[in-house]
């Protein structure tokens, strides 16, 4: 007698497999969601590490909003520079509640946050990669790229030997002549504006943007060499890439969300393919000029020098982040610096006496307002130095950073459990007074007399470039820049900040104002 196979069993088959597979995912969903967040916030616990309660997806992300939220409204008399109840109002609440080092939650993702400067220290000290950049997500990786700032190990020390010898003081001293051209530029157009107003001279500037352009003009020039309209194009689908990465940053993701094709995922790989293409072509360009001159900036990373040690993707990558970090970060610097000279003029005196100091402006070689300022001559402008570092330390580009611990770690006695970010509060630690002294909210550059490591009561308390070996290798490039451009201005006009100015920084992925900074220039004679 035949035996006849049951149609049903396959059907089983797949129904257990099914079943099978969803009690596994469903499983893990519980341990990752519920069990862990429990079992992390206790060992915390038991350590005396609090903080606000972890609710299931969203963690700690839905109070962190609504503080924000709340805050974005907020105007700040313009003599206060205490940014933080804007840029970081939800750190602010919970540290006065929980103390300098508390546990939040970004989702399901313990976040410790370190407000001890010599915890702060062991981490960005950290040689062995136990405190490791966190995974940036596609908007962050489309603007600046996987370079220098997120990648790790043996791949982070290849790229910093290509990419070093672009930023010797050599080098940069070099690209001086370039950055006062630039700048020259700016300042011309500026001259006949308020020339042209005729009276006292006077025009208004919203010197923001202005420095923007300025900043991309630099880079686009020192980098990309004559490709300056190539240069241009990547700045401005970055802006967009910037706006899109903003809007992202602090929103709920889930695994695959980057593959939907949203409106805002179509534009993010359309303006990424864009920028990929611009810079190729500028990278074969300058490759093929390398191989006839040996000379320039390009040679180092753009020429070819780099492109023996490195792939394509690698060398297009390292120049997303120089081109963003570049202009962005040293116009934000100079947009903040021209706000606090502009509200405190004795300051802006005193910098414009320096700059027009006889053996500087010998130093330039021509012994008179005209002359180009080079490396030499800026070298001696200690004021100058000293208004950068206190203005950093107000208005540095970076308001919070991460990192994630890749293992089990002890960081001042305190037992973090791998997966960890601990999230350091550089807006936060910049005032605080047992650190900076009891005026630490105030303008003061000459806390910085005796150098920057002399500052406060811990060495490398400034934090606006990161500290350890891992400290952003572009600081004297923007600190030359930034020089260069303050002391033609100086040289050139008086300035105030224009009574429509509204005091609103924003933390757009760079401290920046929510509403321009509107500048009065008044040309002197």
């Given at each position: 007698m035949?035996i006849?196979?049951?149609p049903?069993?396959p059907?089983?088959?797949?129904?257990?497999?099914?079943?099978?597979?969803?009690?596994?995912?469903?499983w893990?969903a519980?341990?990752q969601?519920?069990?862990r967040p429990?079992?992390v916030?206790?060992?915390?616990?038991?350590q005396?590490?609090?903080?606000?309660?972890y609710r299931?997806?969203?963690?700690?992300?839905?109070?962190?909003?609504?503080?924000?939220?709340?805050?974005?409204?907020d105007?700040?008399d313009?003599?206060c520079?205490?940014?933080?109840?804007?840029?970081?109002?939800?750190y602010?609440a919970?540290?006065?509640?929980?103390?300098?080092?508390l546990?939040?939650w970004s989702?399901a993702?313990p976040a410790?946050?370190v407000?001890d400067?010599?915890?702060?220290?062991?981490?960005?000290?950290?040689?062995?990669?136990?405190y490791?950049k966190p995974?940036?997500g596609?908007?962050?990786l489309?603007?600046i790229?996987?370079?220098l700032?997120?990648i790790g190990?043996?791949d982070?020390?290849?790229h910093?030997?290509?990419?070093h010898p672009?930023?010797?003081?050599?080098?940069?001293?070099?690209?001086?002549?370039?950055?006062?051209?630039c700048?020259?530029e700016?300042?011309?157009a500026?001259?006949?504006r308020?020339?042209?107003?005729g009276?006292?001279?006077r025009?208004?500037?919203?010197?923001?943007?202005q420095f923007?352009?300025?900043?991309a003009?630099?880079?686009?020039?020192?980098?990309?060499?004559?490709s300056?309209?190539?240069?241009k194009?990547?700045f401005?689908?970055?802006?967009?890439?910037?706006?899109?990465a903003?809007?992202t940053?602090n929103?709920i993701r889930?695994?695959?969300?980057?593959?939907i094709?949203?409106?805002?995922?179509?534009r993010?790989?359309?303006?990424?393919?864009?920028?990929?293409?611009t810079l190729?072509?500028?990278?074969?360009?300058?490759q093929?000029a390398a191989a006839?001159?040996?000379?320039g900036?390009?040679n180092?990373l753009?020429?070819?020098?780099?492109?023996?040690s490195?792939?394509?993707?690698?060398?297009?990558?390292?120049?997303k982040t120089?081109?963003f970090?570049?202009?962005?970060?040293?116009?934000h610097?100079l947009?903040?610096?021209?706000?606090l000279?502009?509200?405190h003029?004795?300051?802006q005196?005193r910098?414009?006496?320096?700059?027009?100091r006889?053996?500087?402006?010998?130093e330039?070689?021509?012994g008179?307002?005209?002359?180009?300022p080079?490396g030499?001559?800026l070298?001696?402008?200690k004021?100058?130095?000293m208004v950068?570092?206190e203005t950093?330390?107000?208005y540095g580009?970076?308001?919070?950073?991460?990192?994630?611990?890749?293992?089990?770690?002890?960081?001042?006695?305190?037992?973090?459990?791998?997966?960890?970010?601990?999230?350091i509060?550089v807006a936060?630690l910049h005032?605080?007074?047992d650190?900076?002294?009891v005026?630490?909210?105030?303008?003061?550059?000459?806390?910085?007399r005796?150098?920057?490591?002399?500052a406060?009561?811990?060495?490398?308390?400034?934090?606006a470039?990161?500290l350890?070996?891992?400290?952003?290798?572009?600081?004297?490039?923007?600190?030359?820049?930034?020089?260069?451009?303050?002391?033609m201005?100086?040289?050139?006009?008086?300035f105030?900040?224009?009574p429509?100015y509204?005091?609103?920084?924003?933390?757009?992925?760079?401290l920046?104002p929510?509403?321009?900074?509107?500048?009065v220039?008044?040309?002197?004679d």
């Amino acid at each position: 007698m035949a035996i006849v196979a049951s149609p049903m069993g396959p059907v089983v088959a797949v129904a257990v497999a099914v079943a099978l597979v969803l009690l596994t995912w469903l499983w893990t969903a519980l341990v990752q969601l519920v069990w862990r967040p429990y079992a992390v916030a206790r060992a915390f616990g038991r350590q005396g590490i609090r903080g606000p309660a972890y609710r299931l997806f969203v963690g700690s992300d839905g109070e962190a909003n609504a503080m924000r939220a709340a805050a974005r409204g907020d105007v700040l008399d313009r003599r206060c520079h205490d940014i933080v109840p804007r840029v970081l109002p939800h750190y602010r609440a919970w540290m006065s509640r929980y103390g300098k080092v508390l546990v939040s939650w970004s989702g399901a993702t313990p976040a410790l946050c370190v407000g001890d400067y010599a915890m702060v220290k062991q981490i960005l000290s950290d040689r062995t990669g136990l405190y490791g950049k966190p995974e940036p997500g596609p908007s962050i990786l489309a603007l600046i790229g996987n370079g220098l700032i997120f990648i790790g190990g043996d791949d982070w020390a290849r790229h910093r030997r290509v990419v070093h010898p672009a930023f010797t003081m050599d080098k940069l001293k070099m690209m001086a002549k370039t950055m006062a051209e630039c700048a020259r530029e700016v300042i011309r157009a500026w001259e006949a504006r308020a020339s042209a107003a005729g009276g006292e001279r006077r025009v208004q500037v919203e010197v923001g943007q202005q420095f923007q352009e300025l900043t991309a003009d630099v880079i686009s020039h020192t980098a990309f060499g004559s490709s300056y309209r190539e240069g241009k194009e990547v700045f401005v689908a970055q802006r967009e890439l910037q706006s899109i990465a903003f809007s992202t940053i602090n929103s709920i993701r889930f695994p695959g969300h980057q593959y939907i094709p949203t409106k805002t995922n179509l534009r993010r790989r359309h303006l990424a393919k864009k920028v990929r293409g611009t810079l190729m072509a500028i990278i074969r360009e300058r490759q093929i000029a390398a191989a006839k001159e040996d000379r320039g900036y390009g040679n180092d990373l753009l020429g070819g020098g780099g492109a023996r040690s490195m792939t394509m993707d690698e060398i297009v990558d390292e120049c997303k982040t120089f081109f963003f970090a570049g202009h962005d970060t040293t116009s934000h610097l100079l947009t903040w610096a021209m706000f606090l000279l502009g509200t405190h003029p004795d300051w802006q005196q005193r910098l414009r006496e320096e700059v027009l100091r006889e053996e500087v402006l010998r130093e330039c070689g021509g012994g008179d307002t005209e002359a180009l300022p080079n490396g030499d001559a800026l070298s001696k402008l200690k004021l100058m130095t000293m208004v950068l570092y206190e203005t950093l330390r107000l208005y540095g580009p970076v308001s919070l950073m991460a990192r994630t611990a890749t293992a089990d770690a002890e960081l001042g006695g305190v037992r973090v459990p791998k997966g960890t970010m601990t999230m350091i509060p550089v807006a936060i630690l910049h005032r605080d007074a047992d650190v900076w002294g009891v005026d630490a909210g105030e303008f003061d550059p000459l806390r910085f007399r005796d150098g920057v490591n002399k500052a406060a009561t811990h060495a490398g308390a400034l934090l606006a470039f990161s500290l350890g070996q891992r400290s952003c290798i572009g600081q004297d490039f923007a600190m030359l820049e930034a020089k260069t451009t303050l002391a033609m201005i100086l040289r050139r006009f008086a300035f105030e900040v224009s009574p429509e100015y509204v005091h609103a920084p924003l933390d757009f992925l760079t401290l920046q104002p929510q509403c321009g900074l509107p500048i009065v220039l008044k040309l002197l004679d």
